[in-house]
Nanobody, 119 residues
């Protein structure tokens, strides 16, 4: 069973920084396509950044230049460094993993970690 456990959320003032971590287990992390998503109150979940197993990285336009996604395959951990935070970044942030195996493609989600940015 694949498990994702996020940490690192919290409350900061605008302009501050946070680093989120997502530790995975139950799969071969290096083969997973990984990503961060977020969901603000009353809004749909949206993509923040992705990092594929092949090294391709993608960001939402709203976070380009401020957020950095990275992965440490040796530690089975995905990171999201968030700088210059804005109140609009307030949301629950979710770690996502997509695995491929003989049984097909599967999607897994963490429990989420709250990020609150005050003005």
């Amino acid at each position: 069973q694949v498990q994702l456990v996020e940490s690192g959320g919290g409350s900061v003032q605008a302009g501050g920084s946070l680093r989120l971590s997502c530790v995975t287990s139950g799969s071969i992390f290096s083969r997973n396509d990984m990503g961060w998503y977020r969901q603000a109150p009353g809004k749909q979940r949206e993509l923040v950044a992705t990092a594929t197993s092949g090294g391709t990285i993608n960001y939402a336009d709203s976070v380009k230049g401020r957020f950095t996604i990275s992965r440490d395959n040796a530690k089975n951990t995905l990171y999201l460094q968030m700088n210059s935070l804005k109140p609009d970044d307030t949301a629950v942030y979710y770690c996502h993993a997509q695995t491929s195996s003989w049984s097909g493609i599967h999607d897994y989600w963490g429990q989420g970690t709250q990020v609150t940015v005050s003005s």
